[in-house]
């Protein structure tokens, strides 16, 4: 299970040093791509192979721009002796990066935020809200 947050930048060359501890869940080589709210998304091989069945099993009319969203600017990396990562600019602009970025840990996969808009998104996230998502999956 990925979990935590992790204060980073990405150097003038797009590299990102990658958190040891998510780097040992997601393995030697995993997948980068587009994720919702204008962060990246992070899967290991593993649960990129699960989310493409997943969506294989869609019908067309339903599959294809999430097929479009989220296979047309995915890339697999491997971290450097370093533990850094390249983040391809298609993908740091769509998320935003520019230096300050939090990797955060989600379950089953990690995201990439840009600092501010990670901070901006915690802001939003009240006592309350939380709470009513408890109550819908019976906590």
Request: net charge negative.
């Amino acid at each position: 299970m990925l979990i935590g947050e992790y204060a980073h930048n990405i150097d003038v060359k797009g590299r990102l040093n990658f958190p040891a501890r998510l780097r040992e869940d997601l393995g030697i080589r995993f997948v980068i791509t587009k994720g919702l709210d204008n962060c990246l998304f992070v899967y290991s091989q593993e649960e990129w192979a699960n989310l493409e069945q997943k969506i294989k099993s869609l019908p067309m009319s339903k599959a294809r721009n999430l097929q479009r969203f989220l296979f047309a600017g995915a890339c697999e990396v491997e971290p450097d002796k370093q533990g850094r990562v390249l983040i391809p600019a298609n993908l740091r602009e769509y998320a935003g990066l520019e230096k300050d970025v939090m990797v955060i840990g989600a379950s089953n996969r990690a995201e990439i935020w840009d600092r501010d808009r990670w901070m901006q998104e915690c802001s939003q996230l009240d006592s309350q809200s939380v709470a009513d998502a408890m109550d819908e999956l019976g906590f």
